[in-house]
């Protein structure tokens, strides 16, 4: 859609997951954000919620409109992978950001490795759960990289090395709150001797937090998440949590939008590039400067 004009704007589209899902929507603010500050681009957000097809219909559309470059918050990175290369084959530059396969080497990527997200959450519960704890746990969708990748983590952090703790059941949450919620009265109603949480996002864990509180039991169990989101921020700060690991959306927006700028005005000349960000275990002994951080971007309101 630019054209080689001075006062050019260049169009890019984002494409999220879905706007519903907490953190899809924080990245898409910490974009809009960042965009503001580039003159010579503008943003639009399509949403897939939270559908394939949806998604692959967003992302073809804006391809035969036009757009200079397309970002893609992938539901399914393996069935997009093809379409991807091909559009960038064809000329439309694209990135994979908060999550990707790395299948495709001409894409970029803006990412916060999974395992290592995982790794931080799983150390920390190492070292809080008895040796012969009952836990359950909450999953992504089912093929998504990240939740694969947090749950491989736990795996080798801290169920393979201790023997003794006894997954009782473990589910798909799809990210929902509502589902970490749902899933958890259901756990409470078969189990009475569940001693953790641990959860690949922190909505299914808050979900999940709210159905042992309603039951007169939160306090007994151990909650962890994966996401760094405002509101655990502030379910750690009260006690309901105790540890998630952030993946920084306003970091992750920075990059990309520094990305996309660099490849549309020829200031990267390979036309992609590939960013892994920093991760953060979040705790009670930390979380004092996440929340002063939130409350100063508007993330939490008094």
Do not use: C
Not at 57 to 71: P, R
Not at 154 to 171: A, K, V
Not at 245 to 261: K, N, Y
Request: hydrophobic share 45%; net charge negative; charged share 25%.
């Amino acid at each position: 859609m630019a054209s080689a004009e001075e006062d050019t704007v260049y169009q890019v589209a984002f494409l999220p997951t879905d706007m519903s899902a907490t953190f899809a929507s924080w990245l898409a603010s910490e974009l809009e954000t960042v965009f503001e500050t580039y003159d010579d681009m503008e943003l639009t957000i399509l949403d897939s919620n939270n559908e394939l097809e949806t998604q692959i219909s967003n992302l073809e559309t804006v391809v035969a409109q036009g757009y200079d470059y397309v970002i893609v918050l992938p539901l399914e990175p393996a069935a997009e992978d093809e379409l991807v290369e091909q559009y960038i084959a064809d000329g439309t530059p694209m990135m994979f950001i908060n999550l990707d396969d790395l299948e495709v080497e001409t894409a970029s990527s803006v990412i916060a490795n999974p395992y290592d997200l995982g790794t931080l959450v799983a150390e920390q519960a190492a070292s809080d759960l008895p040796e012969d704890a009952n836990v359950v746990v909450l999953l992504g969708p089912s093929g998504n990289t990240d939740s694969i990748e947090r749950r491989q983590a736990y795996e080798d952090i801290l169920f393979s090395q201790n023997e003794n703790i006894t997954i009782l059941d473990e589910q798909l949450g799809d990210w929902e709150k509502s589902k970490g919620m749902s899933l958890m009265e259901n756990w409470l109603q078969v189990y009475d001797d569940i001693d953790a949480v641990i959860s690949m996002n922190d909505a299914m864990a808050i979900g999940a937090w709210e159905a042992a509180n309603d039951a007169g039991v939160a306090d007994d169990i151990l909650f962890y998440g994966v996401d760094g989101l405002a509101d655990a921020a502030i379910a750690i700060e009260a006690g309901q949590m105790d540890a998630t690991a952030l993946q920084d959306a306003q970091v992750m927006a920075e990059e990309g939008a520094r990305i996309v700028h660099e490849v549309l005005t020829g200031e990267n000349e390979e036309g992609y590039e590939k960013v892994q960000i920093e991760v953060t275990l979040i705790t009670e002994d930390n979380v004092a400067e996440y929340i002063e951080r939130y409350t100063a971007n508007g993330m939490i309101t008094e």
